[in-house]
């Protein structure tokens, strides 16, 4: 049986807004849908690297990079971090807009959001296909979990952004690796890691390993 | 040469922003089969309801639009460097309209181009052929298909999989178990059986523009598509990896010939979001998708 059949009677909806308490992270479980309101930021693979290697692993942050480093610890404390390299189109009037943002595969940041977890506070991260041990042991410890949104479903969770209020990094890290600050309304996501250690994606993982095995006769 | 840059702007602009019939129909039978209330099904009605919306808005399905694939063929006399020509300055163009993110970057410097120009990007594959038309067929495959792709080399220990049709039943099982959900399942696998490594991908890709409900030729290979499909299913990976009965929505194998020392099974996965289109000029009048006068 598949694993997603299991879960219904549990499954509940929330509405949370950032910043988001930490009580009210730890309530959510595997399986639970959220509607996402307040400010978020993009990021992805340039961004991560850049935190880890600008913020976190060094004695002390570049001068050149304390005012951006100061607007991040604002945003991202009880905040939530979006894995999305959007399409985007400027305005007439100068400002930006969301046409198409979807979640990118948030595998590849696993080296390094367990420390921006513990860094900034997070209490939540956005993306898809889920992440592994060290950051599902990060949502345990410091109280975030990992949202997954419907890749591909871009024009979808365009509608949900509300507003583009600010751009960092567009020209170092291109269009789609920025620091986008965005303000969403009713984003939908699922609970697919929660604070108490569970892991749809180990789960799934794990089940489909053993089908595997039964269907190519042998043990993998 | 005729300037035709409107019209492959037209055809960017409609692989984009919408799916082929034949892939929306898979994905409404995919939510047919998920029990209600399940995250599975949660996932294909925002996929469905996201697909209608990215048409009507004229919007892209999905924001990462790929890597462009051009999979062009030519009659006698037209000229692919011209070509080529016209399609980068239709690319910059849709681009520039919101069709495509700017998605090429130098490895060295880390810059993105911004137009999605770049060295072996977009990528062409020309092929002149007898009919006295020309065909454009374009693919958009984003990188989390593109990360899960993969290429084994038969025969393959760890699975006991040797060289025979077997062994590739074994590989591509595989390929879709250690995808998970991360390539945008319900995914489209195309195959590659043969080949060097190089041409291996190539065509494997070039297997993602059959229709889903399509027959290969090729009897042995039907068959082994659609035990690839039921069995696929069976490792209920589901939609998005959550869990659920629809893992992949069809597969597609091609053979081609391989050196005596090398036998090479190439899957290609594809996202949900499929998204090919077809322009064809014949007399001067351009069609897509095998529709009738520019339009389906």
């Known amino acids: 049986m598949a694993w997603s059949g299991t879960m219904e009677a549990e499954m509940a909806t929330y509405e949370l807004e950032t910043p988001i308490p930490e009580g009210a992270i730890r309530a959510l479980h595997v399986g639970d849908t959220v509607y996402l309101s307040g400010l978020i930021v993009t990021g992805r693979d340039a961004a991560h690297k850049y935190m880890v290697e600008n913020f976190i692993r060094v004695e002390e942050v570049p001068e050149s990079e304390r005012a951006l480093y100061e607007e991040l610890r604002r945003l991202l404390n009880g905040g939530v971090i979006y894995h999305c390299g959007p399409v985007v189109r400027q305005r007439e009037d100068g400002r930006w807009e969301f046409v198409a943002a979807g979640p990118t595969t948030s595998i590849r940041e696993e080296p390094y959001e367990a420390d921006v977890i513990a860094h900034f506070g997070l209490r939540g991260v956005i993306g898809k296909g889920g992440m592994g041990p060290r950051t599902l042991q990060a949502c345990q410890e410091h109280g975030a979990v990992y949202f997954h949104a419907v890749g591909g479903a871009a024009s979808l969770i365009a509608d949900a952004v509300k507003e583009v209020v600010t751009v960092y990094k567009k020209e170092e890290f291109g269009i789609p690796e920025a620091f986008w600050v965005i303000r969403v309304e009713g984003f939908p996501v699922v609970v697919t890691m929660d604070t108490h250690g569970r892991s749809i994606h180990e789960q799934v993982e794990r089940s489909s390993r053993d089908a595997l095995g039964r269907l190519v006769g042998s043990a993998i | ?296």
């Not at chain 2, 060295?119 to 984003?142: A, I, M, S, Y």
């Not at chain 2, 099982?173 to 291996?200: E, N």
Request: neutral net charge; contains cysteine; charged residues 25%.
């Open chain 2, 1 to 296: 040469m005729e300037d035709r840059v409107e019209s492959f702007v037209e055809l960017i602009r409609r692989a984009a922003t919408d799916l082929p019939a034949d892939v929306e129909m898979a994905l409404r039978a995919a939510r047919e089969r998920e029990e209600p209330g399940t995250a599975a099904a949660g996932a294909l009605d925002a996929i469905l309801q996201n697909v209608e919306l990215a048409r009507k808005r004229s919007t892209p399905i999905c924001q990462d639009t790929g890597v462009p694939l051009f999979y062009v063929h030519y009659p006698v006399g037209t000229s692919p460097r011209l070509l080529r020509s016209q399609i980068e300055r239709a690319v910059v163009e849709a681009t520039r309209r919101a069709y495509l993110r700017p998605n090429a970057v130098d490895p060295l410097t880390g810059r993105n181009s911004g137009n999605n120009l770049g060295r072996g990007f977009p990528v062409f594959h020309f092929e002149e052929w007898e009919e006295n038309f020309l065909r454009v067929d374009l693919l958009l495959k984003g990188g989390g298909s593109e990360n899960v792709s993969a290429q084994y080399k038969l025969p393959y220990a760890p699975l006991k999989a040797g060289r025979d049709l077997e062994g590739v039943r074994k590989v591509v099982l595989d390929a879709v178990y250690r995808a998970q959900g991360k390539g945008c399942a319900p995914g489209i696998l195309g195959v590659a059986i043969g080949a060097d490594r190089g041409t291996g991908y190539v065509y494997a890709k070039e297997q993602l523009f059959r229709p889903l409900d399509d027959t290969n030729p090729v009897p042995e290979l039907a068959a082994l598509e659609d035990r690839l499909l039921r069995e696929a299913n069976e490792l209920s990976i589901g939609p998005m990896g959550f869990g659920g009965k629809t893992t992949l929505l069809g597969v597609k194998i091609g053979a081609y010939h391989r050196l005596p020392a090398c036998y090479f099974v190439t899957v290609a996965y594809m996202c949900w979001a499929c998204r090919r289109a077809r322009m064809e000029v014949r007399d001067g009048v351009v069609r897509y998708n095998g529709g009738g006068d520019g339009d389906v």
